[in-house]
C-alpha cells in the first residue's frame, strides 16, 4: 500500500495496522467461499481498531460522536475459502474537509484478494453535524 499521502496524528507514524483475519465456518456461502457481508463487518473491524490509535470508541460515544461510513468502493479480487489465512491492511490515507479516506487490502499468500476505499465522517449525535477540519485539530478536539 502506498502511503505517500498519509493523513498522520504524529508525522513519524502512519495510521496503519495489519491483523490476521479469521474464517470461521459460518462465514462460507453456498458457493464454498466467504461472504460478500463478511468483508464489510471485516472493513469494521479493521476501521474500529485502526481509528482507536487516535480515539477510543469507548470515549467517542461519551462525548456523543460516530464515525459513520458514507461509501464503500470495494473489489472482489480473489476467492477467500474456509482454511485461507487472510491478512487484513488498512491505512487512513488522508483526512480532509471532515472526510475521512481508508483504503485496505485483505491478501491471500501475498495475493490481493480484495481491495476497498471507504470514506466516513465523524458525526456529532446530539446536532447531527459533521466534525471538520484539520486531522489534527480534530485530534485535539476529541
Not at 458514507?70 to 474537509?97: A, N, T
Request: with cysteine; charged share 25%; net charge positive.
Amino acid at each position: 500500500m502506498n502511503n505517500d499521502k498519509v493523513a498522520q496524528i504524529d508525522k513519524t507514524k502512519p495510521l496503519f495496522i495489519e491483523i490476521s483475519l479469521n474464517v470461521n465456518t459460518y462465514d462460507i456461502d453456498v458457493a464454498g467461499h466467504v461472504n460478500n457481508i463478511v468483508y464489510m463487518r471485516w472493513l469494521e473491524d479493521m476501521r474500529s481498531l485502526l481509528f482507536s490509535k487516535i480515539y477510543s470508541l469507548k470515549k467517542l460515544l461519551e462525548i456523543n460522536h460516530y464515525l459513520v461510513v458514507v461509501s464503500s468502493e470495494v473489489k472482489y479480487r480473489k476467492q477467500i475459502k474456509l482454511f485461507d489465512k487472510p491478512i487484513g491492511k488498512m491505512l487512513l490515507l488522508s483526512y480532509s474537509h471532515g472526510v475521512l479516506l481508508f483504503k485496505t487490502e485483505i491478501t491471500i499468500d501475498n495475493y490481493i484478494a480484495f481491495n476497498a476505499t471507504q470514506k466516513c465522517v465523524l458525526m456529532n449525535l446530539k446536532n447531527n453535524q459533521m466534525l471538520k477540519g484539520d486531522i489534527n485539530d480534530f485530534a485535539r478536539y476529541l
